[in-house]
T-cell receptor, first 117, second 110 residues
Framework: DAGITQSPRHKVTETGTPVTLRCHQTENHRYMYWYRQDPGHGLRLIHYSYGVKDTDKGEVSDGYSVSRSKTEDFLLTLESATSSQTSVYFCAIMARGGGSSSTDTQYFGPGTRLTVL | RKEVEQDPGPFNVPEGATVAFNCTYS??????FFWYRQDCRKEPKLLMS???SGNEDGRFTAQLNRASQYISLLIRDSKLSDSATYLCVVISNTGNQFYFGTGTSLTVIP
């Protein structure tokens, strides 16, 4: 258990509304990630963060923004939700190994199921 | 071209069978490789890392073939509890992005 929680766990919203998902970690990891998972596509990176206020785009960042004002919290915002953003969203942290990237591993939160009607 | 490609399956095997999954990756500079397991409606969980020399953890064996750019997972003596989706994962050569395959579905049948 890497101490990662996500909230809400389930959400139904309407097209055009803003939505914010929260990821919280308790172990002071520097790297945090947001993914979406859809059938046939697997996990796709939306945005990631490598420190407080330091973020970068992933493969599918359009329509999403992120913020990280504290080490423990990484927020994902859908600025104006669309039906194509219906998905399962996973947050992850990267636990760094002892000086070698071959021991870095990712641990995931329990996910948020978002439905946009 | 996708960074990581997997056969989605599904693989349906009887209890006790041996089953193998392969995964190919496109970036020859990739340095780190993993297998994750994902149960239905749950988050992915690390199953094992894949080392250049190959590694074993109980009934599970992972191997890396750098020349052909593929990794494999072998499960021996399959159990009902092995039923899940298995994800192949590659870390980028920059070290801070993980690329996931779409997963291979395994069902072990009594």
């Amino acid at each position: 258990d890497a101490g990662i929680t996500q909230s809400p766990r389930h959400k139904v919203t309407e097209t055009g509304t803003p939505v914010t998902l929260r990821c919280h970690q308790t172990e002071n990891h520097r790297y945090m990630y947001w993914y979406r998972q859809d059938p046939g596509h697997g996990l796709r990176l939306i945005h990631y963060s490598y420190g407080v206020k330091d973020t970068d785009k992933g493969e599918v960042s359009d329509g999403y923004s992120v913020s990280r004002s504290k080490t423990e919290d990484f927020l994902l915002t859908l600025e104006s939700a669309t039906s194509s953003q219906t998905s399962v969203y996973f947050c992850a942290i990267m636990a760094r190994g002892g000086g070698s990237s071959s021991t870095d591993t990712q641990y995931f939160g329990p996910g948020t199921r978002l439905t946009v009607l | 071209r996708k960074e990581v490609e997997q056969d989605p399956g599904p693989f349906n095997v009887p209890e006790g069978a041996t089953v193998a999954f392969n995964c190919t990756y496109s970036n020859s500079a990739s340095q780190s490789f993993f297998w994750y397991r994902q149960d239905c409606r749950k988050e992915p969980k690390l199953l094992m890392s894949v080392y250049s020399s190959g590694n074993e953890d109980g009934r599970f064996t992972a191997q890396l073939n750098r020349a052909s750019q593929y990794i494999s997972l072998l499960i021996r003596d399959s159990k009902l509890s092995d039923s899940a989706t298995y994800l192949c994962v590659v870390i980028s050569n920059t070290g801070n992005q993980f690329y996931f395959g779409t997963g291979t579905s395994l069902t072990v049948i009594p």
